[in-house]
């Protein structure tokens, strides 16, 4: 079985079986995340997340990474290579590594990724279900102030609207194609 499949449960307080497997994830993403320290250049790089599938068969490793500039693939490739040696000592006999940057799929999560989409636009899912799409216009200490794109009357302003962090459920940027 695959316990990529059982993260959700983990994250939400697994029972019995399921605590164990949800304990032993925790500590190897954990571990995974310790070894990573020493290759993110005292904080040019920073994990935005680590997924790990354990299995008898064959586990995976994904981290993901970023920086305030983006990350490169050869700088995924180079980190991948120097950590994958120190995983020998903590995964199983087979598994597969994955290090690559977080998609535009993947959810703003820190700070420095919001800053990094200043003017862009962002869909924000508020934590009372509301959901607001806009400019991200800059980004403070403790929250983000967007331009909402909305319709307005005739010479009309938008303000711009602050949002603290501790409101967000979950901010995404919109790819346009324009």
């Known amino acids: 079985m695959n316990l990529l499949v059982l993260q959700p449960i983990c994250e939400k307080g697994g029972r019995n079986l399921l605590f164990f497997v949800c304990l032993v994830m925790k500590e190897t993403k954990e571990k995974i995340e310790a070894l990573l320290q020493q290759y993110l250049e005292e904080g040019k790089y920073f994990v935005v997340d680590i997924k790990v599938s354990l299995s008898k068969i064959h586990s995976k490793v994904v981290i993901l990474l970023d920086s305030d500039t983006g990350i490169s693939i050869d700088e995924c490739s180079d980190i991948s290579r120097k950590i994958g040696k120190d995983l020998d000592e903590i ?72 949002i603290l962090f501790e409101d967000i459920k979950q901010a995404q940027v919109i790819i346009s194609f324009k």
């Open 91 to 162: 995964m199983p006999d087979k598994y597969t590594l994955e290090v690559s940057s977080p998609g535009v799929d993947i959810p703003l999560t820190f700070e420095r990724q919001y800053r990094k989409n200043v003017g862009r636009n962002l869909k924000v899912v508020l934590k009372n279900g509301e959901e607001r799409k806009g400019l991200l216009e800059s980004v403070e200490a403790e929250k983000i102030v967007i331009k909402e794109d909305k319709k307005v009357k005739k010479g009309e302003m938008i303000e711009p609207l602050s």
